[in-house]
């Protein structure tokens, strides 16, 4: 004759419902997104004008800058925060959406930019 067994630990050998669904686009982020509207000039890599915007949102990784021309996937660019005048190199990782006021331009950060915005980012726990 077998032991009884206990049925509860079957349960605690199984998933459970919540963990197993697909993460959210939010849970797949790389950092947190901040709305913030920060002042910024960016140069396009081999061009001689600069060309002033404004941030929709920062994050740890870059940002998205509103700005009154497209800039194509690919660009190269240096972006600079009028506010502390800190300069970092970047590229545009995606093309742009297009709103009213202007292109909204996703930018990522080449490197490390500890504190270019003056926003402290919790870091990303997944």
């Given at each position: ?35 913030l ?58 093309p742009p ?30």
């Amino acid at each position: 004759m077998r032991p009884p067994q206990n049925p509860r630990a079957n349960l605690a050998s199984m998933p459970k419902p919540g963990l197993t669904r697909p993460m959210t686009s939010e849970e797949r982020r790389r950092a947190q997104r901040v709305l913030l509207r920060v002042p910024v000039r960016i140069t396009v890599e081999g061009k001689s004008h600069a060309i002033e915007g404004a941030t929709h949102t920062v994050s740890a990784m870059g940002a998205l800058v509103q700005i009154s021309e497209p800039l194509a996937q690919g660009t190269k660019i240096t972006i600079e925060n009028v506010t502390t005048q800190k300069k970092v190199e970047a590229h545009v990782p995606r093309p742009p959406q297009f709103s009213p006021e202007g292109a909204l331009v996703p930018v990522e950060f080449k490197g490390g930019a500890q504190n270019f915005w003056n926003v402290f980012f919790p870091p990303v726990i997944n």
